[in-house]
């Protein structure tokens, strides 16, 4: 169905140039990094706030569907636009605003790349915490509707925990700022947590106030083995028991390493898993840091402890995690990437019931991912269509397990298209209720990604 | 207006011996530490999630108020019930249901008191960082409703950041979960963070689920005066812009010192202004941490500063600080007691502000605080009625300016009825609208806590 003439009239009147409605530009905003996909009836590319609120006003006043998007390297079909509409790229949306190291944040739109504002605090001592590997090329506003993390989370926190303020548009079309400019805050609803991790379905992110970080200026990376992934699961609930928190925490289980083998070659090391884990702090600190680590690592089961020395053996020391995307390629064009989270202390179970679910299945799994935080990527590599079959099957034991072990349905890629009908396995029915009355609150029409998140 | 019968008979029936109806006891909970006060119709003290349920449907069906309350430690009357109704007393809801240091977590009812918890975890080596100067006798509950932080914010954050989930009642009188077990979590809308800070005006919490973090083994304290204010601000902003963050960094005036000193005598420095700051982590990292926390102190202004090296030394650095709360209160029974925040490097402005306003409407103020946040505690201390007059337009003043600076109304006492009226002043009508709107969603009657936060 396309879009009613006055609605086109009111978006041409905004948007000038910086609206399209041609097939072809309309395909490359038509899927995500989740390779689902659906076309949308238009694609405009605000520079600014007044833009996005008079076109929520616009397209409420039609009833049409708004889908704000980022870079689209989520993997949940989040933004891909199920039911039509107008899809929203903030990639001109890209200043970064303000730097301010005195207060320790940056005010910055929500198309800047989170590669670009690290580059950018580079030079000040400072970082903006969350990093998902991702990073070179997706969006702050991105980082933010998801919730997107990476590996330095298990120190440093989520976007949740590095965000003072935003300013956005709601369903309503009506444009307001949530939070501070302040470290510390008690005046009134956290709308802007609220908003983080909501992928779009309340409102769109037009402008975040980003907590900054010191960067520490030492870093040591250590890579160990262990006989078998359950070894490995439990020294990561060792490392996480004592004092000094690693800023990555990665495990890498049997099949991912052999995977990475046999792409990466010798480097890689041949064991039962694998955990590659790094501290920072200031050079100083550094020596009692990776004692401290390494004696938790060390253990039953473990096989090999190396602490690169230089930046070439920090390098090798990585080679196998860098192999493993693709190396997985190669293999399933169809992989499915889960990104499950237990409580660490769980995590031993968890990798034994994944390995007992791909026996069962009949289905090649890969796990590894950021340990530290029980955050699991589990990924299915179907390589017909009668494995990708049973690979679906397979899922939903996968989250059935993971909510047994007093777990959730994602830690870091969101809900989106992909986990939606999981929804009531993880929430009440009384806590989905709740959203979806929030939802009415800031979006009474349901015109702001339809079709995500909430079953 | 009494409640109806049948309400008083529903409430004997869930609660028995638990429900109180005799004044006396009303009146014990008809006031909090803002000095307030208003009788409730009857107070409740649940011992279960089931009864809390049950409680606000009962009174859902009556429309009459429920208002949550902690130890009554919180200054701003957010537990007062102004339209009478059933308070509802967590004091008895105080169990610890599980330390779980190995994956760093802590599930506990609301009427856990915020000491009691620090002590049970304290041979386990960890602790929850939120530490109000109450903290011996205020609750879990009421740290979460008023989102109260306290020095170790600066380094640590405040219950926002520090709690991974919640059980809870809405205004339906259905209960809920929010959040997750796990330290990391992107399935749906952030209700955890929304309820706290919302002083029991969108749901009653039942049980929190808790971020625990590793209790470093050192501390070191430090003590710098300084010149003037400004001075001392300024080596704030220095101390903030550098990698190490301290666990401590609070900032006390010139008239402050003179008070305390008056009142403590000579162990008390007199001077333009004071920090006191502490660092903490293991004990190999100190002396490299004071150092460079000594080299970001010093600085145009300094006066004198010393680094305590016994136990005993850095008791008595703190003597000035402690001698404080005791001393406002010889002045001034009638204190008002402010916790604006403003971003850290306007608060050399902030200061200098207080001191001219101060002046302008001849009021006596103290100010003191959380620097590291750029929190100030000022403290209005009229002496008399015509100076409490000027103190209340004082404070209008107050609030204008620190929204100037870019700063907002609290940054860890909240809203409750002392701020209300100033709401409109940190807050967009459009931000307060969608507030408004989240406050109907989980409250369509308006029965808890009315008349507080939301004006």
Chains 1, 2 share one sequence.
Request: hydrophobic residues 40%; glycine residues 8%; negative net charge.
């Amino acid at each position: 169905m396309p879009l009613p003439t006055p609605l086109i009239e009111a978006l041409r009147a905004t948007f000038g140039a910086d609206l399209s409605l041609a097939e072809a530009e309309r395909v490359a905003y038509s899927y995500d990094n989740s390779r689902l996909h659906a076309l949308p009836d238009a694609v405009v590319f605000p520079t600014t706030h007044a833009q996005v609120e008079a076109l929520v006003r616009q397209c409420r006043e039609h009833r049409v569907p708004v889908i704000a998007r980022g870079r689209g390297t989520n993997t949940t079909g989040a933004t891909v636009p199920v039911d039509g509409g107008v899809v929203v790229s903030f990639e001109r949306m890209n200043r970064i605003i303000r730097l301010d190291p005195d207060n320790r944040l940056a005010i910055v739109e929500p198309g800047v790349l989170n590669g670009d504002l690290q580059q950018a605090l580079k030079p000040l001592g400072f970082f903006w915490p969350p990093d998902p590997t991702s990073s070179p090329w997706c969006s702050i506003g991105g980082n933010l509707a998801c919730n997107s993390a990476g590996p330095r989370t298990v120190k440093y926190g989520s976007p949740r925990e590095n965000t003072l303020g935003l300013r956005a548009v709601a369903g309503t079309g009506e444009g307001f700022r949530a939070g501070t400019y302040t470290s510390k805050g008690s005046t009134g609803y956290d709308l802007t947590r609220l908003l983080i991790g909501s992928e779009g379905t309340l409102a769109l992110i037009t402008e975040a106030t980003l907590k900054l970080t010191p960067k520490p200026t030492g870093l040591r990376t250590l890579r160990a083995t262990y006989r078998d992934v359950s070894a490995a699961a439990h020294a990561v609930a060792r490392i996480m028991a004592q004092p000094v928190t690693p800023c990555a925490l990665e495990f890498i289980d049997d099949v991912a390493l052999r995977l990475a083998h046999e792409h990466g070659g010798d480097s890689v090391p041949m064991a039962g898993a694998m955990l590659m884990i790094e501290v920072d702090g200031e050079p100083e600190t550094l020596p009692s840091a990776v004692e401290a680590v390494s004696r938790a690592a060390r253990g039953e089961g473990l096989e090999s402890l190396d602490i690169a020395q230089t930046a070439e053996e920090t390098q090798a020391l990585w080679s196998a995690r860098k192999a493993l995307s693709p190396a997985q390629r190669t293999i399933s064009p169809n992989k499915i990437n889960e990104d499950v989270v237990v409580p660490v202390s769980r995590l031993p179970e968890l990798v034994d019931g994944v390995k007992q679910l791909a026996a069962r299945h009949n289905v090649l799994i890969v796990s590894f991912g950021h340990a530290g935080n029980g955050n699991l990527h589990v990924n299915l590599l179907p390589r017909d269509d009668a494995e990708r079959e049973r690979a679906h099957a397979c899922l939903a034991d996968l989250f059935d397990l993971v909510i047994r072990l007093d777990g959730t349905l994602s830690g870091e890629h969101g809900i989106g298209l992909a986990k939606r009908p999981f929804m009531p396995l993880a929430l009440q029915a009384s806590t989905l209720d709740l959203m979806r009355a929030v939802k009415s609150a800031f979006d009474p029409d349901g015109i702001l990604n339809p079709g995500k998140l909430l079953p």
